[in-house]
T-cell receptor, first 113, second 117 residues
């Protein structure tokens, strides 16, 4: 069964710390990987996407992809209370041309002031 | 850019009635839109893929006669929940993929919260 797994959390970090969010996926042929943030009662908003192995940085966020290990992570540096949300990992499993994304169940992050 | 709107943002209806939800891409064209449902404290579940000018593709277990999808233009898809029942109460969210984008990034609308009494 094609799956996207995330550590369920909740994850609690102090303000200013690095938050590390992890995600594994089942299909080795997957090509596109996304991180979305969802505040309670709101819809997901895109943080970043990554297609190639290695790191991709955007401001305080760094996505890391390791296709051999079927693993993608998101690091949030200098965490702020406003980063408190559920973080969703999404994968186009198998790299299908239908552009469908499979979402993990999400990790709830709490940043304590 | 990449703004997706939904209307209405919330709706309350009586059991047995039908509800239509609109999803619009405001500043881009989208041949493909997606409809998701999210129950409290659960992740997004894809209901169907909506393709402009053709029939929607439904995920396994989703009743196509109950959840009618119409994607009549490159900027508008609608989801109609027919004969709604309390168990259909949920957060319905659409997303759209930019026709001209080289990536398969999906941009989400703000969602529609449906409550069926």
């Amino acid at each position: 069964q094609k799956e996207v797994e995330q550590n369920s959390g909740p994850l609690s970090v102090p303000e200013g710390a690095i938050a590390s969010l992890n995600c594994t996926y089942s299909d080795r042929g997957s090509q596109s990987f996304f991180w979305y943030r969802q505040y309670s009662g709101k819809s997901p908003e895109l943080i970043m996407f990554i297609y190639s192995n290695g790191d991709k940085e955007d401001g305080r966020f760094t996505a890391q992809l390791n296709k051999a290990s079927q693993y993608v992570s998101l690091l949030i540096r200098d965490s702020q209370p406003s980063d408190s949300a559920t973080y969703l990992c999404a994968v186009n499993l198998g790299g299908g041309s239908n552009y469908k994304l499979t979402f993990g169940k999400g990790t709830l992050l709490t940043v304590n002031p | 850019g990449a703004v997706v709107s939904q209307h209405p943002s919330w709706v309350i209806c009586k059991s047995g009635t039908s509800v239509k939800i609109e999803c619009r891409s405001l500043d881009f064209q989208a041949t493909t839109m997606f409809w998701y449902r999210q129950f409290p404290k659960q992740s997004l579940m894809l209901m169907a893929t909506s393709n402009e000018g053709s029939k929607a593709t439904y995920e396994q277990g989703v009743e196509k006669d109950k959840f009618l999808i119409n994607h009549a233009s490159l900027t508008l898809s609608t989801l109609t929940v027919t004969s709604a029942h309390p168990e259909d109460s949920s957060f319905y969210i659409c997303s759209a993929r930019d026709l001209l984008a080289s990536t398969d990034t999906q941009y989400f609308g703000p969602g529609t919260r449906l409550t069926v009494l």
